[in-house]
């Protein structure tokens, strides 16, 4: 039994782009999550992995560290989509490539699965940024280098899962061919599969950045992560990131590692049009958007998963409404839990009041239709959604998720809200209160236009984290 449990946990993995393009819409979401729970089931269930990984010992590389071109950048995720970690992504690219002598590049793994898994793919197009999958198979890599790298692969890394394994083959063969001197991998599993392929191929420099806290809560938390983070940390030559202090620290106290072994390499926001809205630029917002030009909006931007708690966003909202009765409600994103969002607004009697624009570009548009900005998520890493608020001068009201506290000056910009001891209505209620607080006082629009986008800029700005960027790379830049 177990063995067929994997054997169907594997071809889930393997088949997935043809099983959503088979099932109806609707059904997405649904058999994701039977497909995740059934991949976790089998994985926690493999005997002997965190033993697997104390120990470890990674074979020699199979290329030299001269072989590798000093400037070139390979980052890797798992693809394109409309999430904050992408744009980031998009902003890094871009800013290694202006920056003398970078020559930077991306690869993915599933490019072309669904529309959203390109959704940022047109600018990289038009800053000239290649792209592309991952190589399908590794025919180009020499027979005695597959054969070494494979044996080495199943026997030290029996403990992790077949279609990781796979991967790290993959994108070792791919990272051999480009010859990059930097690899930098995003977001858990993709970063992890990076870490290890580029000790594989040798690659000199290495950066595996996490996005949020740690993976353990969250839908794509796969059982490996932790003795694979736990393997890596052993070998110095890996460079640990994530973009909050909250998140560097929960991911040591999680994987058990001593505090510093992340650094804090904090999101970078374009600052172009930085500012408060114009009237007539909140105008033309609101009426692209088919909002009621003198109606105070409450908005967010989010994608509809559940880490997200796009339900609690809704009850924050009716409890604002008993208090605002001016007041509508624009959720700007889309995801697997948009259908369940309609029906849940009806049921809460706040329907007519509720806008659901899709996703937003650019976002400014949906930031400068609002009063607020409201986010109610459970787990963040550094939201990019509050920064580019900040950067528009709203007030932000947010839940204690991850790093979003260091994306505000609380009391001055924002509020927080804790949720220790609350329940979901008990939290609902006290994120209204937050929110009627600052509408019903204009001391702190006039602050958060005042302040919000100065200190965006003066510590979130592009220049900072392209030049932190650099020296975690410690590739020093060429000279013009």
């Not at 191929?201 to 796969?222: C, D, E, Q, T």
């Not at 009765?325 to 809460?348: I, T, W």
């Not at 409201?374 to 608020?389: D, I, K, M, Q, Y």
Request: proline share 7%; hydrophobic share 45%; net charge neutral.
């Amino acid at each position: 039994m177990p063995r067929l449990l994997n054997r169907l946990s594997q071809a889930a993995l393997r088949h997935r782009a043809t099983i959503r393009r088979i099932l109806p819409k609707g059904l997405h979401h649904l058999a994701g999550t039977l497909a995740r729970g059934l991949i976790r089931a089998v994985e926690a269930a493999r005997s002997g992995a965190a033993a697997g990984a104390d120990g470890l010992t990674f074979p020699e590389p199979l290329r030299p560290p001269e072989f590798f071109r000093p400037h070139c950048v390979a980052m890797v995720n798992d693809g394109l989509s409309s999430g904050g970690s992408e744009r980031q992504i998009v902003n890094t690219l871009t800013g290694l490539q202006a920056r003398a002598g970078f020559d930077a590049q991306l690869l993915c793994w599933r490019l072309g699965e669904t529309p959203d898994l390109s959704f940022y793919a047109a600018d990289l197009e038009r800053a000239g940024i290649p792209f592309r999958n991952v190589c399908d198979k590794p025919d180009f890599f020499p027979h005695s280098d597959i054969a070494g790298a494979k044996l080495w692969l199943d026997e030290a890394l029996d403990w992790a899962p077949q279609d990781v394994r796979d991967k790290i083959l993959r994108l070792t063969a791919d990272l051999v061919a480009l010859r990059p001197g930097i690899v930098h991998g995003w977001q858990d599993e993709t970063a992890l599969v990076t870490g290890f392929a580029g000790l594989l191929a040798g690659v000199p420099h290495i950066l595996v950045a996490a996005r949020n806290v740690n993976p353990s809560g969250f839908g794509y938390y796969r059982p490996f992560m932790g003795p694979a983070y736990a393997a890596l940390a052993a070998c110095p030559r890996i460079v640990f990131v994530n973009n909050s202090a909250a998140g560097a620290r929960d991911y040591e106290r999680w994987a058990g590692l001593p505090p510093g072994r992340f650094a804090v390499l904090r999101n970078g926001v374009e600052q172009t049009g930085a500012g408060a809205p114009s009237p007539a630029e909140r105008r033309r917002a609101r009426s692209q958007l088919e909002l009621p030009e003198a109606a105070e909006i409450i908005g967010t931007v989010m994608r509809f998963n559940q880490e997200k708690r796009p339900l609690l966003w809704l009850q924050t909202a009716r409890k604002c409404l008993a208090r605002r009765p001016q007041a509508h409600f624009l959720m700007a994103g889309d995801g697997p839990m948009r259908a369940k969002l309609q029906s849940e607004a009806k049921r809460l009697g706040i329907a007519d009041r509720l806008h659901l624009p899709g996703p937003v570009r650019p976002v400014e548009t949906a930031l400068h239709a609002m009063d607020l900005f409201l986010l109610t998520s459970r787990f963040e890493g550094l939201p990019n959604v509050t920064l580019e608020a900040g950067l528009a001068g709203l007030p932000v009201v947010t839940t204690d998720a991850g790093g979003a506290r260091e994306t505000i000056r609380i009391g001055e910009t924002g509020l927080v809200v804790e949720a220790d001891g609350l329940d979901e209505n008990q939290l609902a209620e006290a994120l209204g209160d937050a929110v009627c607080t600052v509408l019903e006082d204009p001391a702190w629009t006039d602050r958060a236009r005042r302040l919000g986008p100065a200190f965006v800029s003066d510590t979130f700005g592009m220049r900072r984290m392209i030049d932190e960027t650099i020296a975690l790379y410690g590739t020093p830049e060429q000279s013009d």
